[in-house]
């Protein structure tokens, strides 16, 4: 079992910056691809980045990409989503989540079905 806290969400205005954080407890961390979805009432869960388990790959979807990084800190079994220039469609409820099944593959997957295990989500509000 794989148990996941998302922190750092909240409100903020358009333009600024927001740090996820997910800690991951349970399995080896350091083994597992991690990955932040996104979703708001109604629709469907979104890609937003993953990373595979050393760090050294990662992908982002293009409504992100240049914007958001994504990192991991395999020490303290954390994943981190930094976000600048925030937008206002950025508001969404942002989830961690952890693929258990597929050690030390440097894919990183952008489907949610490929991932294992879930956070409760952090909500991400940007004001215009």
């Known amino acids: 079992q794989v148990q996941l806290v998302e922190s750092g969400g909240g409100l903020v205005q358009a333009g600024g910056s927001l740090r996820l954080s997910c800690a991951a407890s349970?399995?080896?961390?350091?083994?597992?691809?991690m990955g932040w979805f996104r979703q708001a009432p109604g629709k469907v869960r979104e890609f937003v980045a993953a990373?595979?388990?050393?760090?050294?790959?990662?992908r982002y979807a293009d409504s992100v990409k240049g914007r958001f990084t994504i990192s991991r800190d395999n020490a303290k079994s954390t994943v981190y989503l930094q976000m600048n220039s925030l937008k206002p469609e950025d508001t969404d409820v942002y989830y961690c989540a952890a693929d258990a099944l597929d050690a030390y593959s440097d894919y990183v997957s952008p489907h949610s079905y490929e991932y294992g295990y879930w956070g409760q989500g952090t909500q991400v509000t940007v004001s215009s």
């Open positions: 990373i595979n388990w050393s760090g050294g790959n990662t």
């Open positions: 349970g399995r080896i961390f350091s083994m597992y691809r």
